[in-house]
């Protein structure tokens, strides 16, 4: 589904050139919920933005679906971002002169036609993440993490091959962040998405199937969840983050 090959991504500051990814390596299956850890400043949001051709990479590959991304012209692109990726942000973006479900709609509204089918399909979406009773609502009248799981519904009304996630829960009480996980794993379970979730948070990551965790500018560790209950895992992770502080 993705796949990234040696990836170096640097920053040019002035004079001084900041390699941030020095060989990114990775996968993600289709029907997989991933997430990636690491320190602040450890590259997590870079390599979305790479992923998300929202930024020019240095050298190495990434493939999404069959298509080679360094292949493709800025049209090309931008349909990819359009109509294969879907993207949920920390502080959730939706426009508060819509209601939720023009929200949701939105993508499908920029890539040219509403159909029948579409409007069927945010509704599928707000009852799949139990937002069907406020979807005429705006913005501005429903809590953090109903934005959330409107965000992420807007993210899959297109069908997209993968979603994309720059710490969905950052905002969010724990309450509000279980929710939204809820509704990641929903959707790769009722929906059959694809997840690529960038997070600090060990209670977040610990739902996902995988987790990899940067460090230095390369996969420093990955993780596979496997039959591993929750909360076992989340220690897991603590302790390979501790791990990492002491290396
Ligand atoms: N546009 C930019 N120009 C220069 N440096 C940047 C830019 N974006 C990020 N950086 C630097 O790259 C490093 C990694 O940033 P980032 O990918 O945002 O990390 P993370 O999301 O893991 O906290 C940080 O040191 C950051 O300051
Ligand atoms: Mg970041």
Redesign the pocket.
Known sequence: MLTVKDLHKS?Q?GKAT?E?LKGVSLTVEKGEFVAVM??????????L?CISCYIPIDSGEITLGEKQLADLSEDALAKVRNRQLGFVFQDFLLLDGLTVRENILLPAIIGGAVTSQTEARADQLCDVFGITAIRDKYPAEISGGEKQRCAVARALINHPLLILADEPTGNLDSKSSRAVIRSFEQARDALEATIFM?THDSFAASFCDRVVI?RDGVVWRTLARGDTERSAFQDELLDAIRDMGKE
């Open positions: 920053y500051v900041y941030v690491g320190p602040s400043g450890s590259g997590k949001t870079t390599l933005n960038v940067l």
